[in-house]
C-alpha cells in the first residue's frame, strides 16, 4: 500500500492503537502529525517512526475544542503543505453505572470522542473542500456503540454518535471526494486490559506469547498493530469508492456492520396503533425479533 505524498493526521496516537494506526500510515509512505496530549509518548512515537525511516512530527493538544483541531490542521498544512488523510482516534474512559456516573465523566467523555471527532472532521474537510483533490477521514468507532456495555453510558452515546455522523458526513462530503468511514476495533489496549474476558489474552501478549486462534477469530481480538492495515487501507486511492461504512477490525477478523434497518414491520387498518393493539400483535409478531444487548460472546469467553 503506497502512500507516499500523502499527509496524515491521528489523534491520540501517543500510544495503543493510535500508535500503530500512525506507524501503518508513516510505514506506507504518508507524513504523519502524531496528537496526544503526553508530550512524552507523542514524541516517542515521532522517534519510532524516524528511526524506521518515516516521516512525523508531533503535535501536543487535547482534543475537543474548534482551536485544538485548527492547531492540528494548521500543524500538517504548515509542516508538510496539505492535509489527505484524518484519524479521529483519541479518547478516555470514565467508566461507572448510570446512577453513579457524575455531569463530568459524562462531559469528559463525550467532549474528546464526540465533539473532538467533530471539531476535528469540520476542519480537516474544510481544509479538504479548499484543496479540491479529495481527502479520506476515518473515525474510530467502538463495538460499545455498536450494542452498548454495562457501566458505558458516556462511552457508548460517544460511539454510536460517532458511526451516526460518520453517514451523514459521507453524504455531505461526497461531492468533494471525500470519504468518511468508521472502524470498529477490537485490540488490547488500556481500554480492553480491564475488560475480565479478555485479560488472559493480554496477558498472553505481555508474555510475548502467541494467542490462540479462538481470541483472533472468535474474539476477533489481538495487539493493536492488527487493526492498522484497515486504517491505512481506507486512506489508500484503493479505497476511493467506500464511504459511510463501519468496518469491523482484530485479531484475524475483519467485518462489515450492516446500518439499523427495520426487522419487522407490521400495519395498522386505517387506525393507527393504540397501546392495546401492540399488545395483542407484539407477542406472535415481534418478540421473536427482539434485539439483543452487549457483545454476545462465546461460551468459552464467558
Request: proline share 4%.
Amino acid at each position: 500500500m503506497d502512500l507516499s505524498g500523502k499527509v496524515a493526521i491521528v489523534t491520540g496516537s501517543g500510544q495503543g492503537l493510535g500508535r500503530a494506526y500512525a506507524t501503518e500510515l508513516a510505514r506506507c509512505g504518508a507524513s504523519v502529525v502524531v496528537n496526544d496530549v503526553d508530550a512524552t509518548a507523542a514524541e516517542a512515537c515521532v522517534d519510532d517512526i524516524r528511526r524506521a525511516g518515516g516521516t512525523a512530527v508531533a503535535e501536543v493538544v487535547g482534543v475537543g475544542t474548534s482551536e485544538a483541531a485548527q492547531a492540528l490542521v494548521d500543524r500538517a498544512v504548515s509542516e508538510f503543505g496539505r492535509l489527505d488523510v484524518l484519524v479521529n482516534n483519541a479518547g478516555i474512559l470514565r467508566d461507572s453505572t448510570l446512577w453513579k456516573m457524575s455531569d463530568d465523566d459524562f462531559d469528559a467523555v463525550l467532549t474528546t470522542h464526540l465533539r473532538g471527532t467533530f471539531t476535528c472532521t469540520r476542519a480537516a474537510a474544510v481544509r479538504m473542500r479548499e484543496q479540491g483533490e479529495g481527502g479520506r477521514i476515518i473515525c474510530v468507532g467502538s463495538p460499545t456503540g455498536q450494542v452498548g456495555n454495562f457501566g458505558q453510558t458516556n462511552y457508548a452515546a460517544a460511539k454510536a454518535g460517532i458511526v451516526g455522523m460518520v453517514r451523514t458526513w459521507a453524504l455531505e462530503l461526497a461531492r468533494a471526494g471525500v470519504t468518511v468511514n468508521a472502524v470498529v476495533p477490537v485490540a488490547a489496549t488500556a481500554m480492553t486490559e480491564t475488560v475480565p474476558f479478555f485479560t488472559r489474552y493480554v496477558e498472553a501478549l505481555s508474555a510475548g506469547e502467541p494467542l490462540p486462534p479462538f481470541a483472533r477469530k472468535e474474539l476477533g481480538f489481538g495487539p493493536p498493530e492488527d487493526a492498522a492495515g484497515l486504517v491505512a487501507f481506507l486512506a489508500s486511492d484503493a479505497a476511493a469508492g467506500i464511504t459511510g461504512q463501519a468496518v469491523g477490525i482484530g485479531g484475524d477478523r475483519l467485518s462489515l456492520y450492516s446500518h439499523p434497518d427495520e426487522i419487522v414491520t407490521e400495519f395498522a387498518d386505517g387506525t393507527g396503533w393504540s397501546a392495546d393493539a401492540i399488545a395483542r400483535v407484539w407477542p406472535e409478531r415481534f418478540a421473536a425479533s427482539e434485539q439483543t444487548t452487549g457483545q454476545q460472546l462465546p461460551e468459552e469467553a464467558r
